[in-house]
């Protein structure tokens, strides 16, 4: 079900599997990307949103961590009529993907 966009919102488009990655990710992480890119399709930039390193200006990451994992959106506001979520993935941070791994030099008996 679609909804009319609200006075001065622009539409939310989602590339490739975003929108289906971003499913995937706990629930206060799908709110938080959730408020940035509604801050965005309003004009506006949430506070977790900042500038992504090597694509300049209109392109942001919001970060939210969660359980020890990094999750990640990358969006675009560089068009003037819409808003573009580009990727949106999780990355696992090495303290946790070396727990419970037999041969990493954590777990290895001396």
């Not at 609200?6 to 990655?21: F, H, R, T």
């Not at 979520?85 to 419970?100: D, I, T």
């Amino acid at each position: 079900m679609t909804r009319e966009p609200a006075p001065g919102e622009k539409p939310l488009y989602w590339v490739g599997s975003s929108l289906k990655d971003a499913g995937r990710f706990p629930t206060d992480v799908q709110r938080t990307v959730g408020f940035a890119l509604s801050a965005a399709q309003f004009g506006g930039k949430h506070a977790s949103a900042k500038s992504w390193k090597g694509e300049g200006p209109g392109v942001l990451e919001v970060v939210k961590e969660h359980d020890g994992d990094t999750y990640r959106a990358i969006y675009t506001v560089r068009f003037a009529n819409a808003v573009y979520v580009l990727h949106v993935f999780q990355k696992k941070s090495p303290h946790a993907s070396q727990h419970g791994n037999p041969t990493s030099r954590w777990s290895r008996s001396a």
